[in-house]
Each structure stands twice: as C-alpha cells, then as structure tokens.
C-alpha cells in the first residue's frame, strides 16, 4: 500500500511539473521575446516580470478624446457612468498609434455582457467560442467585450503565474494583463484608457510597434495551432501596415498555410474583404502568395500570377495587380468597398485569361459600367480608345468595330463570361470554397445590365464623384461606376479621361483628417486637408495679384520698379508646395477660374492703378506666402 502511495505521489509530482513546463513555455514568451523556445528545468520557479509591463501617456503621442469617434464615445461614458472600468482594445489603439485611421473602435469592459445588454436598447449578444455585445448607436455598431468571457475561457490556466505576482500590483493591472495574453499578436494587446489618457501595455507591444515587426504573444507555431484564423489576420494587419514577420511567424505561417482549409467559408470571406476592401489589396496578394496561400484560396489567380511572373517588364505588366493597385486608390480603411467589387474585379480578369480579348471591346465594357448609359459609353470608348493596350494574355489586339449591333453582341458575350466565372468561384474545383450563392448573385447582378437589352441601357450616375456611403453599402449603381472606372484606369494606364482626379486615398493619412469629418459638431479644429487647401490658394491668389500687379505698373509712372516686380515674381514661382498640396490645388481649379474672372471684372470696371505704397505693401505679402508655402510638410 506505502508503495502505491509512493507512486501515485510520484506521479502527481511529474504531472504538476509537466503542466508548469507547459505554462511557462506557453506565456513566458510573452513576457521574455528573447526566450528560446526550448524547455528549460522541471520546476517553474521564476516570477512574472513585470518590467515590461508599462503605462504611458496618450498625449505623449498625439492621442486624445477628441480622436474617439462619437457612438464609441457615448459607449465608453455610459459604461463609466454606471461604475465599470471601459477602455478602447485591439487594433484601434495600434492605428492611433501608428496615426492611421482604425478600420473599428472596439470597447472592453469590467461588466459583464448581461450588465452591457441592459445598459443598451438596441444591443444583442453573439458568438459562442468569445461571445460579444453588439451596441447600435448612432448610425454605428461598437464591439463590447467583457474581461470576464476570458477569464473564464482561461480559468484556472494561469493560477500559476497569479499566485506569483509581485506584492504591490494593481487588481486591474491583473485582469487587463490577464485579458492581454489571450490576443493574437503583441501589437493588438493594447489597452487605452481615455478618460486618464493612458495606453497600458503589457507585452512590449508599443516597442514592436516602433519596429514595425509582426510578433505572437505566445509561440507562433502554437498560436496558429490554436487559431489558423490567425494566419489570414496576421497577413491582413503586415499588408495595410508594412510590417515585418519575425522568423517565428515566417517558419509558422509556411508549416499551417494548409490549415486554413479548416476555417468556415464565412470566416475566410470575412478576412479576404478585410484585406481587399480596405485599400491594401495589391500587398494582400503578394503576402498570401507568398505563403501559398494563394493557391489554396484562389488557384486560377495564384497559377496566373505564377506563369507572369518571369515575363513581367515596364512595357508588360500584370493586369490583375493593376487592377487591385487602382482598386487600393479609391478606397481606404474609413471608405471601404463592399465586397463585390473585388469579386467582381476577380471575375472579369479571370474571363480575360479564359478568353482573351479585343481591346476596344473591353473599353467598351468598362466605360458602359462607368457611365451607365449605351450610348454615351460607346462614345467615350470611340473617342479615348486609342493607343495599344500592353496586357498578355488579357488583351488579343485592337481592332476598332464600326457596327454598334456587332460591338453590342461582343460586350453581352464578355459580360456572360465574367458571370460565369463568378459560378466558377462557388465550386470546389476553385479551390477553398468561400463564395457563396447569394455572394455569387449579387455580384452577377452587376453585369446584368450588358446582358439583358445592353443597347437601351441607359441609367446611370449623375455625377462622377464616388460615393463612398452606397459603395460600402454595395449599391448596384456605385459598384457598376466604381469598377468601370479602375477598368478604364488600368486599361488607359492612368487618369480617365474628361474628369479630375480625385486626392489619392494614404495609407499615411493622418488621424486628424478622417476624425474631424466624424466629429465636425463637437467644435474640433480644422483639418489638415483644410488648412493645405487654404494655403494652396492662398499661394495662388498671391501668384494673381502679383500679375495683375505686374501689368498696371508698365502704364504708370509713380509705381514699383520692374526689379521689385521680378523679385515678387521669382519668389512666387520658388513656391514649392508639397505633392498633396498640388492635388488639392488641381481638385479647386475650376473655383480658382470662377474667382479669377470675377476678380478681373471689378478690376476692369474700377480702372484703378495700385499705387506704390499699395505694391509695396501687396510685395511685402507676397513675399511673405511664399515664405510660408515653403515650410516643410511637416509643419503644414
């Protein structure tokens, strides 16, 4: 009996020894990065460091209230109000940080989702696995999550670790850490308290921010093990970013690309229109293929882009990453796309490589979509068709058709092709199937009109500026125009012509910008765009006046030397302005004509000349905008 009792002590000790093994090699690697993965003693004696652990102030980085948009903000004070601690999480936190507009402002919370239903009429709890309260407010749905759904998917795993927290820390600091070491990568494990302006960071995660590197709070290997989701999301967070993977993740993502397959199709579809919706779906592509997924997801695509890739040169490039590269153009993390567009974009290239065509006939096609109206985009293609179109295989030649009945007839068989080719994308013969039916008709929907009576199609946009409300929506309509115009794009290898370009979508833009739209009735200050479009025509009105000022003194005789007048001018025209600032300048032109010509009206009635003391003082300010149009982007 004595030696059973002995055994079985035994035993326990080795299990206990094993478990603590497991939970230092599972969280250690969060709070030491440095650590090799390999197992260390069979006791687990070391303490939790809590060196990493580290508060900071949002001001300190350009953060503040003002940044949060208004339905985030009321979620975050109701919470407050009725005595629970609420703070902004994820990968809001990180895109503040980075001064990127975040795709979500997501909410966590002491409280529990019962307590968070009850503060909210309009709120509804879903999922299973981590369950979350969906807020409606304002327009707008807020994510709210509670720390309590974590501690107990997690409980008892880190009894360990807690018991061995240094005397002195803060019972919250426990449960905000203890929600931190759950999340997928070190950079999204980011708490923001507002209302203190204080970001806490528990996994160095502000430190792999400056670097710019992609790191797992835990092993890669296990992290992805655990949720092959994280793959995909890892991919989407590196292309919007620019980050870079350590070999951790490298090693890991090439081991379980495979394990994606698993995934249910509503999920892969989620994360794919994540990552081409949001303007970041040319590096989107380059990043699965890298890592094979590509061909588990899109195998036409990935074979495509496999045969191209030793043929691709200036005079020949890829199509298809032409057209996601002005798709990344028009849209952005605060005006995404709804997702047939990029379907449809995958299905048009796809029936191109299938059956190549006439490049007028694709013209056609696309500048149709584009203005909504037969006629009128057989017109546009006749006038703007032609110079060659450079794309092999996509385009067989150019050859541009007389008959209006026989260019009909080639755009309706174009069009077919492209639906069938979005049935090919909910069969398994495509590969991970995440198409589904009603994705499948929605997009077919879009090119019903070159199928059915193409030649009395006639209903089309007023205006040619996007709007980004229906686009994200997936209005018909929008979606028709918005892909015609990346057709035409791609295929005139620049502006569509007839129109002005609009100022490119940054992945640089700041914070500010899109925030102050949102928030225009809670007083904030003015845009940056703003103030560059004020500077900008303050600097061309200076350019005017010096001109006109210029002409009036030939015919006077009490009036500013010539020497005084080149000097203004040299100093006008050493005005260099910041390429965003020249757009902005394009974008007014036509106001700036309007003012112009008004402005010469009164000058031609009055018959006024300025006299010298007048063009001095106009010189002094002259000189003094061009001054101020020389300051740094930065300081703009």
């Not at 879009?446 to 229906?470: A, P, Q, T």
């Not at 009036?552 to 910041?578: F, G, R, W, Y």
Request: charged share 25%.
């Amino acid at each position: 009996m004595a030696i059973l009792l002995q055994a079985k002590d035994r035993l326990l000790s080795r299990l206990k020894s094993l478990t603590k093994i497991q939970l230092k090699q599972r969280f250690n690697h969060t709070l030491e990065p440095q650590m090799c993965r390999e197992m260390c003693s069979d006791s687990f004696n070391q303490e939790v460091d809590v060196s990493n652990w580290k508060t900071v102030d949002s001001r300190n980085f350009g953060i503040t209230r003002a940044m949060i948009p208004q339905p985030s903000w009321v979620v975050l004070k109701i919470l407050k109000s009725q005595g629970f601690q609420a703070y902004l999480v994820g990968g809001c936190v990180r895109d503040l940080l980075l001064r990127r507009v975040p795709k979500d402002f997501d909410v966590i919370t002491t409280a529990n989702l019962k307590q968070i239903r009850r503060q909210f009429h309009r709120s509804e709890i879903i999922g299973r696995r981590f369950p979350i309260c969906r807020v409606h407010i304002k327009g707008s749905v807020i994510e709210v999550s509670s720390f309590e759904t974590v501690a107990k998917h997690g409980e008892g795993k880190e009894t360990i670790l807690l018991s061995q927290m240094p005397y002195g820390c803060d019972e919250i600091d426990l449960v905000r850490w203890r929600n931190s070491i759950h999340r997928d990568f070190t950079i999204n494990s980011l708490f923001f308290d507002p209302f203190l302006n204080k970001i806490y960071d528990y996994a160095n995660g502000i430190s792999d921010l400056r670097c710019l590197k992609l790191r797992t709070l835990i092993p890669a290997y296990l992290s992805f093990t655990e949720d092959c989701a994280r793959i995909l999301r890892g991919l989407r967070i590196a292309a919007r970013l620019g980050l870079s993977f350590c070999k951790d993740i490298d090693t890991a993502m090439h081991s379980l690309s495979s394990s994606i397959e698993r995934l249910d199709k509503s999920r892969i579809m989620m994360e794919l229109n994540y990552m081409l919706s949001y303007g970041a779906a040319e590096s989107s592509i380059c990043l699965l293929r890298r890592y094979n997924l590509l061909k588990i997801l899109l195998p036409f695509h990935a074979a495509y882009l496999d045969q191209q890739a030793g043929k691709i040169t200036a005079e020949n490039p890829m199509m298809l990453m032409r057209l996601f590269f002005n798709l990344d153009k028009l849209v952005s993390c605060d005006r995404p796309s709804d997702y047939t567009l990029w379907v449809g974009l995958l299905s048009f290239h796809q029936a191109l490589v299938s059956d190549p065509q006439d490049a007028f006939v694709v013209w056609v096609f696309a500048s149709v979509l584009y203005h909504g109206k037969w006629k009128e985009g057989v017109k546009f293609a006749r006038d703007r068709a032609k110079e060659p179109v450079k794309f092999v295989p996509e385009i067989s030649g150019f050859s541009e058709i007389e008959s209006d009945e026989q260019l009909a007839v080639k755009v309706t068989e174009l069009a077919l092709s492209v639906q069938d080719c979005v049935n090919d994308l909910t069969k398994a013969s495509s590969g991970c199937v995440f198409v589904s039916k009603k994705i499948e008709r929605n997009v077919q929907q879009i090119f019903d009109v070159l199928v059915n009576s193409i030649e009395s199609y006639n209903s089309g946009k007023r205006s040619h500026i996007i709007d980004y409300d229906m686009l994200g929506k997936g209005n018909l309509v929008e979606t028709r125009f918005v892909l015609g115009k990346i057709i035409l794009k791609t295929i005139s290898g620049g502006l569509v012509a007839g129109e002005e370009e609009m100022p490119e979508v940054l992945h640089e833009d700041s914070v500010e910008n899109y925030l102050a739209k949102k928030n225009r009735k809670r007083g904030l200050q003015p845009s940056s765009a703003e103030l560059k479009l004020k500077t900008a025509k303050k600097c061309k009105w200076t350019e005017k006046f010096s001109s006109i000022n210029h002409e009036l003194s030939m015919n006077k005789e009490d009036v500013v030397p010539k020497e005084e007048v080149e000097e203004i001018h040299k100093a006008v025209k050493n005005c260099q302005l910041p390429d965003e600032e020249l757009k902005v300048r394009t974008t007014e032109k036509h106001k700036w004509i309007e003012n112009s010509c008004h402005f010469d009206q009164e000058l031609s009635i009055n018959e006024e000349v300025v006299p010298k003391e007048g063009s001095q003082q106009l010189g002094e300010e002259t000189q003094k905008a061009a001054k101020t149009c020389q300051s740094s982007e930065e300081e703009i």
